[in-house]
């Protein structure tokens, strides 16, 4: 399963101690993990919120909007899917990129993107 070798690398990266000076990996593996493209992006699911037609979910009353999460994501203020894990996210991600035609190495840093969003750091 390709997504938990993602996860592993994910995992890796997160725990590394900050600042990280005992790191051994050769300079400028950090600026191959940018998986983030410019612009914000849903804290939850990661798309870009300038594709969100809605222009972004809704907070409590229901007409503010968020400028963190999308609206398939976040709505009057609560996930709209609570129990969505980052794995759900990731395995959605891949298959909506993969679609798309995005070439392997992209999808890569944008899945392993998914574990800084907000939604999903500790
Ligand atoms: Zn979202």
Redesign the pocket.
């Known amino acids: 399963m390709i997504i938990m070798r993602y996860k592993a690398v994910g995992c890796l990266y997160l725990r590394r101690p900050d600042p990280p000076n005992r790191d051994k990996s050769p300079a400028g593996a950090e600026a191959n993990m940018q998986p983030i493209p410019p612009g914000p992006v849903?804290q939850?699911?990661g798309?870009s919120m300038s594709r969100d037609q809605n222009g972004g979910g809704t907070e409590m009353d229901g007409t503010t909007r968020s400028i963190e999460?999308?609206s398939?994501?976040?709505r009057n203020g609560m996930f709209t899917e609570p129990d969505l894990t980052v794995d759900d996210v990731i395995s959605r991600a891949q298959a909506r990129l993969q679609a798309a035609g995005v070439p392997e190495p992209v999808i890569e840093r944008n899945l392993m993107g998914m574990y800084r969003l907000d939604r999903w750091k500790d």
């Open positions: 849903c939850s699911c798309i999460y999308c398939s994501c976040y």
